[in-house]
């Protein structure tokens, strides 16, 4: 009985070690958002919303930037814009690093730590060095910008309304796209490598014997066995873009304006914590909310199958 007893609290202090994590820095800090977001600001620092004035316990909540939320159109604008950009940048990742991660699990186990290593490469050098990198390749002059304008891609991006005019590179849905598609990129290709190593190979001998084509094998087994990884990478791209602020201030321009930009400007040029504060509630529940009812349906769809 000790022995059990002592399992018991083992399972418990590893399962409940996350939940401390979770709540230490996630769950406290937002609800100090929350908290900012229904205060009043004073000259420096919102005011608090609980006071004791007299034996009486007050409890002062402001809505208003809520409300000024829904009346506004460039909040409005710039979350769909967020989410437009993300979404672009989950889909373009999800098509690169899809195959990449598909030789990367097919190829001899002597090169996978090699080209694993690769893919981790980037890591090495400052994430902020790396995007001050394609500021200066995609700028006039710089080899990217050269190989474009030579081809005359810019022209084909500036029909489809990806760069303001042919040779302006920087500053333009295209730019920011770019660097975010190669920044994100390894979060999309480690997953899917993850998933696609653990499969078992003998689906598809099996799906060939029974006179499946190598294409159609791929959308009928490989693809729905490496679901559970591209929803991961998927998750992993999308939640950081939506919020993401060096890369549309360096590469973006006014076109592109996102909601980490928003939050900038209203805590630091505006010095209006609450304001900023409510975008970045609602930020975060426009990507929980759709994500935990997700999940909830994944469960659901999994009860049922047993």
């Not at 190593?197 to 003998?202: F, H, P, Q």
């Amino acid at each position: 009985m000790t022995w059990l007893r002592s399992l018991g609290r083992g399972r418990a202090a590893v399962i409940g070690v996350p939940y401390l994590w979770l709540l230490v820095f996630f769950l406290l800090p937002f609800l100090i958002v929350v908290k900012y977001s229904v205060s009043e600001m004073e000259a420096v620092f919102p005011k608090d919303i609980v006071t004791f004035n007299e034996g009486v316990l007050q409890l002062a909540l402001r809505l208003s930037n809520y409300a000024f939320l829904t009346e506004d159109d460039l909040y409005f604008k710039t979350y769909l814009s967020s989410l437009k950009y993300a979404g672009a940048t989950t889909l373009l990742c999800l098509f690169i690093g899809y195959p990449f991660a598909y030789f990367m699990a097919r190829a001899k186990p002597s090169v996978q730590p090699a080209l694993l290593m690769l893919v981790m490469l980037p890591f090495w050098t400052s994430f902020l060095l790396r995007v001050y990198a394609w500021k200066g390749l995609l700028s006039e002059h710089g080899w990217a910008f050269e190989l474009i304008t030579a081809t005359g891609l810019d022209h084909v991006l500036s029909g489809l309304g990806l760069i303001p005019s042919p040779g302006q590179l920087m500053n333009s849905p295209f730019s920011l796209v770019l660097g975010m598609t190669y920044t994100y990129l390894p979060f999309m290709v480690l997953p899917l490598y993850s998933n696609l190593a653990k499969m078992d190979l003998r689906l598809l001998e099996a799906a060939a014997d029974l006179g499946a084509t190598a294409w159609v094998a791929f959308w009928t087994v490989t693809v729905p066995l490496s679901k559970a990884g591209i929803i991961a990478g998927s998750m992993l791209v999308f939640i950081p873009c939506v919020g993401e602020f060096v890369i549309p201030e360096l590469l973006g321009g006014p076109q592109t304006l996102m909601i980490g930009r928003v939050l900038w400007d209203e805590f630091f040029s505006n010095n209006d914590w609450p304001m900023a504060s409510t975008v970045a509630v609602v930020m975060v529940l426009l990507i929980i909310v759709p994500l935990a009812l997700f999940n909830k349906y994944q469960a659901e769809s999994q009860e049922v199958r047993k």
